[in-house]
């Protein structure tokens, strides 16, 4: 079945730091790859997605490209600030209208002044 | 308020008891999901609605869970006889159209249930 791999954390960084967290999947067919984020006492929010290969989905700074090759789905910031500490949780959707949402385990990312 | 409503946000419950959680979803949402979140780890498929009708349970870990969603609004999660590996936090998620065709869901803080 459809499966999403996260790198290992916690992570911490200090601000301005470069950030990447990385995301490989094993699905069949096409899936669109999502980043979410949850923030400290709030719901899950979608940061950011790619529908296809060689997509790049793209939000608040953060960047991730669709990679089929590699199925990977890397996020990426160039400078990351305080408010960015929370959990990323990389996720994948299949093929078809009433598909659902896999997510990886997540990753927390704290971010020090 | 506009966003996904849960409640009650903690319940703690003793071994063999039954519970229920419920989730308000967006007003007009036609998808709503139901994912359990252990400690540590991400969120993990239950069942899904498309308004009334239950089109997937296949997550659902056991026939001590059921989940129901009569209106197609409002949706109910409910265990019975809980057990301690039933603890965890129950995440519900909406999204206006067929949550395939966008991926983007819209979750609650989610209920976390504590089984002594």
């Known amino acids: 079945g459809d499966s999403v791999t996260q790198m290992e954390g916690p992570v911490t960084l200090s601000e301005e730091a470069f950030l990447t967290i990385n995301c490989t999947y094993t699905a069949t067919g096409y899936p669109s790859l999502f980043w979410y984020v949850q923030y400290p006492g709030e719901g899950l929010q979608l940061l950011l997605k790619?529908?296809?290969?060689?997509d790049k989905g793209s939000n608040k700074g953060f960047e991730a490209t669709y990679r089929k090759e590699t199925t990977s789905f890397h996020l990426e910031k160039g400078s990351v600030q305080v408010s960015d500490s929370a959990v990323y949780f990389c996720?994948?959707?299949?093929?078809?209208?009433?598909?659902?949402?896999?997510f990886g385990k997540g990753i927390t990312l704290s971010v020090r002044p | 308020g506009a966003g996904v409503s849960q409640s009650p946000r903690y319940k703690v419950a003793k071994r063999g008891q039954d519970v229920a959680l419920r989730c308000d979803p967006i007003s007009g949402h036609v998808s709503l999901f139901w994912y359990q979140q252990a400690l540590g780890q991400g969120p993990e498929f239950l069942t899904y609605f498309q308004n009334e009708a239950q089109l997937d349970k296949s997550g659902l870990p056991s026939d001590r869970f059921f989940a129901e969603r009569p209106e197609g609004s409002v949706s109910t999660l409910k265990i019975q006889r809980t057990q301690q590996e039933d603890s965890a936090v129950y995440l519900c998620?909406?999204?206006?159209?067929?949550?395939?065709?966008?991926?983007?869901?819209?979750f609650g803080e989610g209920s976390r249930l504590t089984v002594l």
């Open positions: 998620a909406s999204s206006l159209f067929l949550a395939g065709l966008t991926g983007e869901l819209f």
């Open positions: 790619a529908t296809k290969a060689d």
């Open positions: 996720a994948l959707s299949g093929f078809g209208a009433n598909s659902k949402l896999t």
